[in-house]
């Protein structure tokens, strides 16, 4: 028998069965992952929902609900709905447009001004991101840090990201506004966090609309700052974002915003 008879009679007798027994596993793996997934979003849907999951649903299938439960109350009797009421102007093209220039002054921050801020009015911007929409019980949780050592603290374990980022507008800032997701929504993590974030696009809306400025971060040290402000391991901290007044020598980039035309596809 040559030598490459016997190599090939070796490795078909050792480890050919090798090569299908790990293929074989890593098949069933990810067969029992997928299936895994699979029931565990299934639990996430609405309970009018029920039925086969289908894996092709995405985010706009959901039908997102009023954040607030409804008491035993509403559940019996419905109240009229006239539509909305308080708005910009009387005028809905008027209204439209005041809020697009509202948005469209929106800048993110990132020199603040030590100028104080009422706190009362960063009350009423979260209370305005409380009512966004949800699936079910609201997932988020809005803590605000005004305590200049907390904030010491927070810009500290935040800059051990990196050794050569300088966040002073962790300090800086009047106020900052930690923003964590409960990971226990049902089994619905994904569905929570898209709701969170939504709700913080209206803190964020709310707070330019107040005449205050901001910056969105994500940090990456969420679990030295969730045991910081003693957290529940049960949340998870989504954002971090610094609220106050620009510096006098602020400075932002140039932008381009996308005309209508680029963003809009009409059917």
Same mark, same amino acid.
């Given at each position: ?120 009015? !960063?009350?009423? #911007?979260? %209370?305005? *991101?409380?009512?966004?929409? $949800? /699936?079910?019980?609201? +997932? ?61 696009? !209206?803190?964020? #809306?709310? %707070?330019? *609309?107040?005449?205050?400025? $901001? /910056?969105?971060?994500? +940090? ?48």
């Amino acid at each position: 028998m040559s030598l490459a008879e016997r190599v090939i009679l070796f490795c078909w007798t050792y480890i050919f069965p090798i090569v299908v027994v790990v293929y074989l596993s890593i098949v069933l793996y990810e067969f029992l992952l997928h299936e895994r997934r699979k029931k565990r979003r299934a639990k996430y849907l609405p309970k009018e929902d029920e039925g086969e999951f289908n894996e092709s649903r995405n985010f706009k299938d959901i039908e997102w609900k009023d954040s607030t439960p409804p008491t035993e109350q509403d559940k019996i009797k419905n109240i009229p709905f006239t539509g909305a009421t308080a708005t910009l102007n009387s005028d809905a093209l008027k209204a439209a447009a005041r809020f697009y220039e509202i948005a469209r002054d929106r800048r993110s921050v990132r020199k603040f001004s030590s100028r104080p801020v009422d706190l009362a009015i !960063i009350e009423r #911007c979260i %209370l305005a *991101a409380g009512t966004s929409p $949800s /699936l079910g019980p609201e +997932p988020w949780t809005f803590c605000l840090v005004s305590d200049g050592e907390i904030k010491a603290q927070i810009r500290e374990i935040t800059e051990s990201e990196r050794s050569d980022a300088s966040k002073d507008y962790l300090t800086v800032a009047p106020h900052l506004v930690l923003i964590f997701v409960k990971s226990s929504y049902g089994s619905n993590t994904d569905y929570a966090e898209e709701a969170t974030s939504i709700a913080t696009g !209206i803190l964020l #809306c709310a %707070l330019q *609309a107040a005449g205050l400025n $901001s /910056l969105l971060t994500t +940090p990456l040290n969420c679990g030295s700052l969730s045991k910081l402000l003693g957290r529940p391991v049960a949340e998870k901290l989504l954002f971090l974002i610094p609220v106050g007044y620009a510096a006098d020598d602020c400075q932002v980039p140039v932008l381009r915003r996308k005309p209508v035309e680029e963003i809009l596809v009409k059917y």
